[in-house]
């Protein structure tokens, strides 16, 4: 069994930075994703990042604007978010699960954390 706990979530204004973090335990994670829910949308895809961290893989919409990286000693994945924008307003998840076939899919994840909130103000 694996719990994400997820932190870093808060207030800021438009054009700032936040950096999320994602911490494990119970045992290692392999691939880790991130993804977002604003207040009447469904959950969408942000960034993902294997286990190596070889692979990553950004959204269109945060690119050049949020970095994903991992520390596998603490078993940690972060989000770097700069540039954040008023529509960057959500409720951030991180998963962990064996990604095998398309990074954005929820379902390509078995385990969730139970998020943090963003808010970019105007």
């Known amino acids: 069994q694996v719990q994400l706990v997820e932190s870093g979530g808060g207030l800021v204004q438009a054009g700032g930075s936040l950096r999320l973090s994602c911490t494990a335990s119970g045992r290692a994670v392999r691939s880790v994703g991130w993804f977002r829910q604003a207040p009447g949308k469904e959950r969408e895809f942000v960034a993902a990042?294997?286990?190596?961290?070889?692979?990553?893989y950004y959204a269109d919409f945060v690119k050049g604007r949020f970095t994903i990286s991992r520390d596998n000693a603490k078993n940690t994945v972060a989000l770097q978010m700069n540039s954040l924008k008023p529509e960057d307003t959500a409720v951030y998840y991180c998963?962990?699960?064996?990604?095998?076939?398309?990074?954005?899919?929820?379902?390509?994840?078995?385990?969730w954390g139970q998020g943090t909130q963003v808010t970019v103000s105007s």
């Open positions: 998963a962990a699960g064996p990604v095998t076939t398309t990074w954005s899919r929820p379902d390509e994840y078995d385990y």
């Open positions: 990042i294997s286990r190596s961290a070889g692979i990553r």
